[in-house]
């Protein structure tokens, strides 16, 4: 399907049924798979056949659901995991180890910062984060002759800053590391990282892709073009023998278009098991259907969202990257020309307090901790998933206590519109 538009792959694209055989990809839901001989599991075991012996590590459906996406991407291998968590962190430990360094914008989802700076820290792999806007120089300041990868989020979650993925990229290959996307909200619709030097994509399809709010995944998507042997001493992992499967070379049994996801698969998958159920599967793949359609509206209700947010006199500040004059706008149009998201972040004049009495007053928009699903919620971190921090240690946070973070769903606009509009009236005077 790679000759085919986007909105024809989203549709399309990971499945081709034959003569007779289900129109809607097939739900595999089996642990275990049979074989007619040793000798024929064995060549599976040995990497010298493709097919399934175990879910555990690959399933029919995941993987149907995976060439999707990676079609979508432009990419020429894809996997999916249990979480985004798992993507990012498979992602960046099949080609770090123990002693190795990543650097990473500083700009990311708090779940994959503290993945990040506490937990792999733990596993002996140290990170130096650097803003999103740094110049050229002090981002390659940051490198270290042991870094393995640098990593970004196309949109960050919930700064909604836009990453300059050709000087990351740049950066990263002067130092013969690859580029690391996470291109959750902005999606393979409105950005394709691989086109702008990226080399490795992941996502949490929990989001927009799902859409619905019915299924936690990820995925890992590999571009394919990397170039793993030509920086053969930074990444032993799949540049020397793999003793666990026979002596095997990734790099050199399977290029540089499979290398990545296949060890990911066979290491990563093998011991850790974060699968993604064939069952979520499916249902991710009902929404990557009518992904192309709703992103358009996501979009579109999120700009109208945020300009009436704008021009009301009881918001301070309103951060969205595809208004004029947002911080980030001049990189959204190079980037994200089509639209970024529909998620909205601002903040109240009122404080902490105005911002408690705006989302007692929502009625349509729910309060949720999730974002980028068919239907509007709001979130105030500082009354729910930050409310152990103090107002000055909220605004070190990046979440002062006036912040109110929206994901726009599909709703009707004015609709939308409508419900803010009652509930910033509650807010006193």
């Given at each position: 399907?790679?000759?085919?538009?986007?909105?024809?792959?989203?549709?399309?694209?990971?499945?081709?049924?034959?003569?007779?055989?289900?129109?809607?990809?097939?739900?595999?839901?089996?642990?275990?798979?049979?074989?007619?001989?040793?000798?024929?599991?064995?060549?599976?075991?040995?990497?010298?056949?493709?097919?399934?012996?175990?879910?555990?590590?690959?399933?029919?459906?995941?993987?149907?659901?995976?060439?999707?996406?990676?079609?979508?991407?432009?990419?020429?291998?894809?996997?999916?995991t249990s979480s985004g968590q798992a993507a990012n962190f498979f992602a960046l430990f099949n080609i770090c180890q123990c002693g190795d360094h990543i650097v990473s914008s500083s700009s990311i989802y708090g779940g994959t910062f503290n993945l990040i700076s506490v937990t792999m820290a733990k596993m002996g792999i140290t990170t130096t984060f650097v803003s999103p806007d740094c110049t050229e120089e002090e981002l390659n300041a940051a490198f270290r002759p042991n870094t393995k990868a640098v990593f970004g989020e196309t949109i960050a979650n919930p700064a909604l800053t836009v990453l300059d993925i050709e000087l990351f990229a740049k950066a990263a290959h002067a130092h013969g590391v690859p580029l690391i996307i996470d291109n959750t909200?902005?999606?393979?619709?409105?950005?394709?990282?691989?086109?702008?030097?990226?080399?490795?994509?992941?996502?949490?399809?929990?989001?927009?892709?799902?859409?619905?709010?019915?299924?936690?995944?990820?995925?890992?998507?590999?571009?394919?073009?990397?170039?793993?042997?030509?920086?053969?001493?930074?990444?032993?992992?799949?540049?020397?023998?793999?003793?666990?499967?026979?002596?095997?070379?990734?790099?050199?049994?399977?290029?540089?278009?499979?290398?990545?996801?296949?060890?990911?698969?066979?290491?990563?998958?093998?011991?850790?098991?974060?699968?993604?159920?064939?069952?979520?599967?499916?249902?991710?793949?009902?929404?990557?259907?009518?992904?192309?359609?709703?992103?358009?509206?996501?979009?579109?209700?999120?700009?109208?969202?945020?300009?009436?947010?704008?021009?009301?006199?009881?918001?301070?500040?309103?951060?969205?990257?595809?208004?004029?004059?947002?911080?980030?706008?001049?990189?959204?149009?190079?980037?994200?020309?089509?639209?970024?998201?529909?998620?909205?972040?601002?903040?109240?004049?009122?404080?902490?307090?105005?911002?408690?009495?705006?989302?007692?007053?929502?009625?349509?928009?729910?309060?949720?901790?999730?974002?980028?699903?068919?239907?509007?919620?709001?979130?105030?971190?500082?009354?729910?998933?930050?409310?152990?921090?103090?107002?000055?240690?909220?605004?070190?946070?990046?979440?002062?206590?006036?912040?109110?973070?929206?994901?726009?769903?599909?709703?009707?606009?004015?609709?939308?519109?409508?419900?803010?509009?009652?509930?910033?009236?509650?807010?006193?005077?």
């Open positions: 399907m790679s000759n085919y538009k986007m909105n024809t792959k989203c549709v399309q694209s990971g499945y081709t049924p034959g003569n007779g055989e289900p129109r809607q990809i097939p739900i595999v839901q089996s642990t275990t798979f049979k074989y007619d001989t040793s000798e024929d599991m064995g060549k599976l075991f040995d990497l010298e056949a493709s097919g399934y012996f175990y879910t555990r590590l690959q399933n029919p459906t995941n993987d149907m659901v995976a060439a999707k996406i990676a079609d979508m991407e432009g990419g020429t291998a894809a996997m999916l909200f902005a999606t393979p619709v409105n950005c394709r990282p691989f086109e702008w030097g990226a080399d490795i994509v992941t996502h949490s399809t929990t989001k927009y892709m799902d859409g619905h709010g019915a299924a936690v995944g990820g995925a890992i998507v590999d571009s394919g073009k990397f170039d793993w042997m030509a920086h053969a001493d930074k990444f032993p992992g799949l540049c020397t023998p793999d003793d666990s499967y026979h002596g095997i070379t990734y790099a050199e049994k399977f290029g540089k278009k499979g290398a990545f996801i296949t060890k990911c698969t066979a290491q990563l998958m093998r011991d850790f098991g974060s699968i993604q159920s064939p069952q979520n599967a499916f249902l991710l793949n009902l929404g990557l259907e009518s992904l192309h359609v709703r992103m358009q509206r996501h979009c579109e209700n999120g700009l109208v969202v945020a300009s009436f947010l704008q021009s009301h006199p009881k918001v301070a500040y309103v951060n969205y990257c595809d208004l004029p004059g947002d911080k980030y706008h001049a990189l959204a149009r190079k980037y994200l020309p089509g639209g970024s998201c529909g998620v909205v972040s601002f903040g109240l004049k009122g404080g902490r307090e105005a911002a408690s009495v705006f989302m007692k007053a929502l009625k349509l928009a729910a309060i949720e901790t999730h974002v980028a699903d068919a239907r509007t919620c709001c979130l105030n971190p500082a009354s729910s998933t930050h409310r152990q921090m103090n107002d000055e240690q909220l605004k070190e946070a990046g979440v002062p206590a006036e912040l109110v973070r929206m994901s726009c769903g599909i709703e009707d606009k004015e609709d939308l519109i409508a419900d803010l509009a009652q509930a910033l009236d509650q807010i006193p005077d």
